[in-house]
């Protein structure tokens, strides 16, 4: 009913720039919290950043500085600017939405595929 759509992994250089893209499409009524994770070689899942509808946003402290998440509530997506990339961000990256089908649905959360973002030299 509902897919989730990531675009803009890619090989990069340390220090380098990425802009991961996310849209959400099918049957949805509205969407809350929408937010990133990755996961590294041998790392467990972890949550990278997240907005709020409303736009509030979190970050892992690894990130805070570098990355910024945004979304665009017309077009039901979420981007990832990442900025000074380093080795030890190399992960898969994961686009995560709580999202409401219908009027009278609880949320459920959707995951995309993943994308896969690797930084070096």
């Known amino acids: 009913q509902v897919q989730l759509v990531e675009s803009g992994g890619d090989l990069v250089q340390p220090g380098g720039s990425l802009r991961l893209s996310c849209a959400a499409s099918?049957?949805?009524?509205?969407?809350?919290?929408m937010g990133w994770y990755r996961q590294g070689p041998g790392k467990e899942r972890e949550l990278v950043a997240g907005i709020t509808r409303g736009g509030s946003t979190n970050y892992e402290d690894s990130v805070k500085g570098r990355f910024t998440i945004s979304r665009d509530n017309v077009k039901n997506a979420v981007y990832l600017q990442m900025n000074s990339l380093k080795p030890e961000d190399t992960a898969v990256y994961y686009c995560?939405?709580?999202?409401?089908?219908?009027?009278?649905?609880?949320?459920?959360?959707?995951w995309g595929q993943g994308t896969l973002v690797t930084v070096s030299s």
């Open positions: 099918g049957r949805i009524f509205s969407i809350n919290d």
């Open positions: 995560n939405a709580n999202i409401v089908t219908t009027r009278w649905s609880a949320a459920l959360d959707a």
